[in-house]
T-cell receptor, first 115, second 111 residues
Framework: EAGVAQSPRYKIIEKRQSVAFWCNPI?????LYWYQQILGQGPKLLIQFQNNGVVDDSQLPKDRFSAERLKGVDSTLKIQPAKLEDSAVYLC?????????????FGQGTRLTVV | RKEVEQDPGPFNVPEGATVAFNCTYSNSASQSFFWYRQDCRKEPKLLMS???SGNEDGRFTAQLNRASQYISLLIRDSKLSDSATYLCVAVEGWGYQKVTFGTGTKLQVIP
C-alpha cells in the first residue's frame, strides 16, 4: 500500500518569499492533517481536514498560512510571506476518518529552511 | 502549562534495561491516547494505542491513569534499536479531533 506522499522533501527560501507544499494522502483516507515540527519539539497541528472540509485550523497562522484540500484528496499548504521562524519540518498525515479512532500515517515531511 | 508534557530526556540506558516514560495531559476532555515513535529525521510512526485497562505489545506496556491524567510507556529488555524519540499524543473527542502531541522523550540505548 502506498504511503502518504509529500513534496518537495527539502526547500530553502529567503524570508518574505512564498512557498507551497503538496500532500497526497493514502487512498481512501478521509482525514488529512498538516503539522509543523520545529527542531526539538513535538509536531504541532496546523490544520485538519475531514474530506474537503476544515475540522480544526485554530493553530494556523492565517495571516500567512493557507491550506486547501480540493476534491477531498490532495492538499496544499502555502506560506506567504515566509518568516525565519517558519523554518521547520512540515508533516502531512492521513487517517481513515473521524468516526472512530484510527492510526494516523505520516509522510516523510518537507524540511523548510527560511534564510 | 503545556497541554501534553513530557520529560525531554535524554534517557541513556544500557541494553537490557527497563525504562519508563510518563506523560501528563491537562485537558480532562481527552478521550484517547497514543504513543508514537520518531527516529532522527524521520516521520512519527504509531507505536501503540493506550487503553484504560492498559495494554501490552511484546516488550512495550502502556498504561493510562485518568484520575491523575497521565499515561506511561514501559520498555523492557531495551534494544539498541529502541533508541528514538517517543511522542505522547492526547486526543479530545473521538476520531482524532483536537490532536495534541507532547514534545517527546529521547531514549538512547547504550551497548
Amino acid at each position: 500500500e502506498a504511503g502518504v506522499a509529500q513534496s518537495p522533501r527539502y526547500k530553502i527560501i529567503e524570508k518574505r518569499q512564498s512557498v507551497a507544499f503538496w500532500c497526497n494522502p493514502i487512498s481512501g483516507h478521509a482525514t488529512l492533517y498538516w503539522y509543523q515540527q520545529i527542531l526539538g519539539q513535538g509536531p504541532k497541528l496546523l490544520i485538519q481536514f475531514q474530506n474537503n472540509g476544515v475540522v480544526d485550523d485554530s493553530q494556523l497562522p492565517k495571516d500567512r498560512f493557507s491550506a486547501e484540500r480540493l476534491k477531498g484528496v490532495d492538499s496544499t499548504l502555502k506560506i506567504q510571506p515566509a518568516k525565519l521562524e517558519d523554518s521547520a519540518v512540515y508533516l502531512c498525515a492521513s487517517s481513515l476518518g473521524a468516526e472512530r479512532n484510527t492510526e494516523a500515517f505520516f509522510g516523510q515531511g518537507t524540511r523548510l529552511t527560511v534564510v | 502549562r503545556k497541554e501534553v508534557e513530557q520529560d525531554p530526556g535524554p534517557f541513556n540506558v544500557p541494553e537490557g534495561a527497563t525504562v519508563a516514560f510518563n506523560c501528563t495531559y491537562s485537558n480532562s476532555a481527552s478521550q484517547s491516547f497514543f504513543w508514537y515513535r520518531q527516529d532522527c529525521r524521520k516521520e512519527p510512526k504509531l507505536l501503540m494505542s493506550v487503553y484504560s485497562s492498559g495494554n501490552e505489545d511484546g516488550r512495550f506496556t502502556a498504561q493510562l491513569n485518568r484520575a491523575s491524567q497521565y499515561i506511561s510507556l514501559l520498555i523492557r529488555d531495551s534494544k539498541l534499536s529502541d533508541s528514538a524519540t517517543y511522542l505522547c499524543v492526547a486526543v479530545e473527542g473521538w476520531g482524532y479531533q483536537k490532536v495534541t502531541f507532547g514534545t517527546g522523550t529521547k531514549l538512547q540505548v547504550i551497548p
